[in-house]
């Protein structure tokens, strides 16, 4: 019961923190902010500490399921796919695509990567760094009601 518990706060925190991040403080950020360049330097570390944040909260919740025999097998595997899945998109966001947009970004110059011939392809890979914020999203969702 203790373990079970022990997840759903987890589950909850990831949830709560990513939607968090990329729901209310990035779009703060951006809507009140008058530099752009500010706003994207600053939601850039919020997102890179959202990012050590999913991975502790995914190999928390793994060890805590790793303890945890009790349980439906179905529900209990459903949990670890959902936990892999959203590690992976972590994964694949923040080791695979920031750094590419942060070089992007450094390369831009006091000007900003909007302002630069760098817009085409920091647009494309901001967009596929979304999606894949919001497909995570999503599966937290599913994850906090799994629990």
């Known amino acids: 019961m203790m373990l079970a518990r022990a997840r759903l706060l987890v589950a909850t925190a990831w949830a709560g923190s990513l939607w968090t991040v990329g ?6 950020l951006f809507g009140t902010l008058s530099d752009r360049v500010l706003a994207g330097t600053i939601a850039a570390s919020l997102f890179h500490v959202q990012a050590l944040v999913s991975i502790a909260c995914a190999l928390l919740l793994l060890l805590l399921l790793w303890l945890d025999k009790t349980g ?3 529900a209990r595997r459903t949990t670890v ?7 992976a998109c972590t994964l694949v966001s923040h080791f695979g695509l920031q750094p590419e947009m942060a070089a992007l970004r450094a390369a831009a110059g006091p000007g900003g990567v909007m302002e630069s011939a760098a817009k085409g392809r920091f647009g494309m890979l901001h967009g ?3 999606s894949i914020y919001l497909f995570q999203s999503l599966l937290a ?3 906090v009601v799994k629990q």
């Open 128 to 130: 596929i760094s979304s």
């Open 81 to 87: 796919v959902l936990a892999l899945v959203m590690l």
């Open 72 to 74: 439906v097998p179905g």
């Open 141 to 143: 969702a599913w994850l």
């Open 23 to 28: 729901y209310l403080a990035a779009p703060t």
